[in-house]
């Protein structure tokens, strides 16, 4: 039986292993047949690689948090539509390197927004889409910092470890609230451990899912 395309999510602050753990599962789905897209948010549109730059940059400012909200719902918006919504009807399966759970952690949790307003405006503007599963690689503060050079930081890691602290905590909140759909992996693991761990439970998944690989695991040769 034929698994549909689903929507896989990686969430966690910077220096989690995101976007290691999101290119090794891509290449993992595909050499069991399946086809993937990769995305990144805020990015993968001409709109989305804009504000990304422009929402990243050290020197940026906005005058509220609901700015930075804003600005990535519209990213969020045109990913969906331009390329997600696209990909899940052609067949293919989707992995994003961040959703609408990082603007709940950092513009809710991190930046002190009303999480309940940005869920109800989230259900507005996207028609409440979510990820079919979301893997949540958490680290402290303390880890992400030792794991991304000082010359590379973004203007978020430059607001500290006492913000990233809040994020981690309301990714957690979160994980604990959507328990059926988060699988929570410690992000200080060695990468082929967090693998591992991941396939495992990718398994699982197919079966929630309701079908079963057929298909020769070629990840290993």
Same mark, same amino acid.
């Given at each position: 039986?034929?698994?549909? *395309?689903?929507?896989?999510?990686?969430?966690?602050?910077?220096?989690?292993?995101? %976007?290691?753990?999101?290119?090794?599962?891509?290449?993992?789905?595909?050499?069991?047949?399946?086809?993937?897209?990769?995305?990144?948010? *805020? @990015? %993968?549109?001409?709109?989305?690689?804009?504000?990304?730059? $422009?929402?990243?940059?050290?020197?940026?400012?906005? #005058?509220?948090?609901?700015? +930075?909200?804003?600005?990535?719902?519209? #990213?969020?918006?045109?990913?969906? $539509? !331009?390329?997600?919504?696209?990909?899940?009807? %052609? @067949?293919?399966?989707?992995?994003?390197? !961040?959703?609408? +759970?990082?603007?709940?952690?950092?513009?809710?949790?991190?930046?002190?927004?009303?999480? +309940?307003?940005?869920?109800?405006?989230? !259900?507005?503007?996207?028609?409440?889409?979510v990820p079919?599963?979301t893997i949540?690689?958490?680290?402290?503060?303390?880890?992400?910092? %030792?794991?991304? *050079?000082?010359?590379?930081?973004?203007?978020?890691?430059?607001?500290?470890?006492?913000?990233?602290?809040?994020?981690?905590?309301?990714?957690?909140?979160?994980?604990?609230?959507?328990? +059926?759909?988060?699988?929570?992996?410690? @992000?200080?693991? *060695?990468?082929?451990?967090?693998?591992?761990?991941?396939?495992?439970?990718?398994?699982?998944?197919?079966?929630?899912?309701?079908?079963?690989?057929?298909?020769?695991?070629?990840?290993?040769?």
């Amino acid at each position: 039986m034929k698994i549909q *395309p689903k929507v896989i999510s990686l969430e966690g602050i910077d220096g989690s292993g995101k %976007s290691s753990v999101a290119n090794w599962l891509k290449h993992y789905l595909e050499s069991i047949n399946f086809d993937v897209v990769l995305l990144r948010e *805020p @990015g %993968s549109t001409p709109l989305g690689e804009n504000l990304r730059a $422009l929402l990243l940059k050290e020197s940026f400012r906005t #005058a509220s948090p609901w700015t +930075d909200a804003l600005l990535f719902y519209a #990213a969020r918006l045109e990913n969906i $539509l !331009r390329n997600i919504k696209p990909a899940l009807e %052609s @067949g293919k399966w989707v992995i994003l390197d !961040r959703f609408q +759970d990082a603007t709940i952690a950092y513009q809710g949790y991190g930046q002190g927004l009303n999480v +309940d307003e940005l869920e109800i405006i989230y !259900r507005i503007v996207a028609d409440d889409f979510v990820p079919d599963w979301t893997i949540l690689l958490d680290c402290s503060p303390e880890v992400s910092m %030792s794991r991304i *050079p000082d010359s590379v930081r973004t203007r978020w890691e430059r607001l500290g470890e006492t913000f990233l602290e809040r994020v981690r905590k309301g990714y957690l909140s979160l994980a604990s609230k959507h328990s +059926d759909r988060f699988t929570v992996i410690d @992000g200080t693991k *060695p990468l082929e451990e967090v693998q591992n761990l991941i396939r495992e439970e990718l398994l699982k998944r197919f079966k929630q899912w309701g079908s079963l690989i057929q298909s020769t695991d070629r990840s290993d040769q």
